[in-house]
């Protein structure tokens, strides 16, 4: 009886499990082959593997999409959890508070590329005009440092408002006595969210880091339509140089070594943060 609830997911899981693991199998064959067009693809072996660790873009674009998540969880997080925190209990501020950060995450990420390029063109675009108005000349089209602070800009308008309805959820489960207790006890606001709040979201903590983490890594949409990986390669990420690689340079077998490499990057990543917040975590508990 206790098996029962499992036998339902059964037809689901075996569904996900064939969608994902007949393309990664297709990836992972491509990848050991040299596909070009117009020739007859031959074993290559880890040739493809070996090419792309040693390229410069390739390095390059790794970097550049490392530091970018970097920035991401240590501006989105903050920010959301600060704004969770300052977010009404109850009252119809609860409702037009959830409305408007809902909106941002129901926009389609090409379409949020267009919005910003609108946003930020040199004619007719707001941010132009503002950063003249204070005396610096903005130009995404044309300086780097623009290109890379629009995109991280971007982002956080985008996916911050995610982290701050995460959190929100987190905050909303803990119990009213845990903070009638602190009340009581006349712990400071900073003592009530280190010892009650944040201890008891820890687990909706870990995922909106991991969700942000992957999310980051997988950037493409918003700046391929903002800056098209440009200036030069100033916002080219690590999906942008796959897809350059195997669409854009009609290399299957290399494009598909990428997106392996790609993959366990992502894989390592996530994995090695979620145990570095899970002993975080269980060390605040110990404090508690």
Same mark, same amino acid.
């Given at each position: 009886?206790?098996?029962r609830? $499992?036998l339902f997911?059964?037809?689901?899981?075996?569904?996900?499990s064939?969608?994902?693991?007949?393309?990664?199998?297709?990836?992972?064959?491509?990848?050991?082959?040299?596909?070009?067009?117009?020739?007859?693809p031959?074993?290559a072996?880890?040739?493809?593997?070996?090419?792309?660790?040693?390229d410069?873009d390739?390095?390059g674009?790794? $970097?550049?999409? *490392?530091?970018?998540?970097?920035?991401?969880?240590?501006?989105?997080? =903050?920010?959301?959890?600060?704004?969770?925190?300052c977010?009404p209990?109850?009252g119809?501020g609860?409702?037009?508070?959830?409305?408007?950060?809902?909106?941002?995450?129901?926009?389609p990420?090409?379409?949020v590329?267009?919005? $910003?390029?609108?946003f930020?063109?040199?004619?007719?675009?707001v941010?132009?005009?503002v950063? /003249?108005w204070?005396?610096?000349?903005?130009?995404?089209?044309?300086?780097a440092?623009?290109?890379?602070w629009?995109?991280?800009a971007m982002?956080?308008w985008? $996916?911050?408002?995610l982290?701050?309805l995460? *959190?929100?959820?987190?905050?909303?489960?803990? =119990?009213?006595?845990?903070?009638?207790?602190?009340?009581i006890?006349?712990a400071?606001p900073?003592?009530?969210?280190?010892?009650v709040?944040?201890?008891?979201?820890?687990?909706?903590?870990i995922?909106?880091?991991?969700?942000?983490?992957?999310?980051s890594f997988?950037?493409?949409? /918003?700046p391929?339509?903002?800056?098209?990986g440009?200036?030069?390669?100033t916002?080219?990420?690590?999906?942008?140089?796959?897809?350059?690689?195997?669409?854009?340079?009609?290399?299957?077998?290399?494009?598909?070594?990428?997106?392996?490499?790609?993959?366990?990057i992502?894989?390592?990543?996530?994995?090695v943060?979620?145990?570095?917040m899970l002993?975080?975590?269980?060390?605040?508990?110990?404090?508690?």
């Amino acid at each position: 009886m206790k098996q029962r609830p $499992w036998l339902f997911l059964l037809p689901a899981l075996l569904l996900v499990s064939i969608s994902a693991f007949i393309p990664l199998i297709t990836v992972m064959n491509y990848s050991q082959l040299t596909l070009l067009p117009g020739t007859q693809p031959y074993f290559a072996g880890l040739e493809n593997f070996a090419t792309i660790l040693q390229d410069p873009d390739f390095q390059g674009a790794l $970097w550049r999409q *490392c530091l970018f998540s970097f920035l991401v969880l240590i501006t989105e997080i =903050p920010l959301g959890l600060a704004l969770a925190v300052c977010m009404p209990k109850e009252g119809i501020g609860v409702g037009v508070s959830l409305v408007l950060l809902g909106i941002p995450l129901l926009i389609p990420w090409n379409v949020v590329g267009i919005i $910003w390029r609108v946003f930020t063109r040199s004619d007719i675009g707001v941010l132009p005009e503002v950063f /003249e108005w204070v005396g610096y000349g903005y130009n995404v089209s044309k300086f780097a440092g623009d290109a890379w602070w629009t995109v991280l800009a971007m982002d956080i308008w985008h $996916w911050t408002p995610l982290v701050i309805l995460i *959190c929100y959820a987190g905050i909303q489960a803990i =119990p009213e006595e845990y903070y009638m207790a602190a009340k009581i006890d006349r712990a400071s606001p900073w003592k009530t969210f280190r010892y009650v709040t944040l201890p008891n979201i820890r687990g909706v903590l870990i995922i909106a880091v991991l969700l942000r983490l992957m999310d980051s890594f997988k950037i493409y949409s /918003e700046p391929f339509v903002l800056t098209g990986g440009g200036p030069g390669s100033t916002t080219t990420f690590l999906s942008t140089y796959t897809s350059r690689m195997a669409i854009g340079g009609f290399q299957m077998g290399r494009g598909a070594a990428t997106s392996l490499i790609y993959f366990f990057i992502v894989i390592l990543l996530s994995f090695v943060l979620y145990i570095i917040m899970l002993n975080l975590g269980q060390g605040a508990g110990g404090d508690q």
